[in-house]
């Protein structure tokens, strides 16, 4: 699954990364995207400091979920 979702990456124009509060400050044992090739994070509760600042500096744009 891990190498189908970088192979859509590669082709694709925009990529967000979407994940719930069950996944922020949690390790992977591999990944998908660097936060270089992300666009966006979509997320359903506001994130912390540090995810914060490493979004700024990479330019990546925040949405929170509304839960209406």
């Known amino acids: 699954e891990a190498q189908i ?25 591999f990944s998908i995207a660097g936060l270089s090739e992300l666009q966006a994070f979509i997320t359903d509760v506001p994130i912390g400091p540090e995810l914060q600042e490493a979004a700024r500096q990479h330019e990546i744009s ?5 839960e209406q």
């Open 5 to 29: 979702a970088k192979a859509l990456i590669k082709r694709s124009h925009v990529t967000y990364a979407v994940f719930d509060q069950t996944k922020i400050g949690k390790v992977s044992l």
């Open 62 to 66: 925040l949405y929170v979920a509304d």
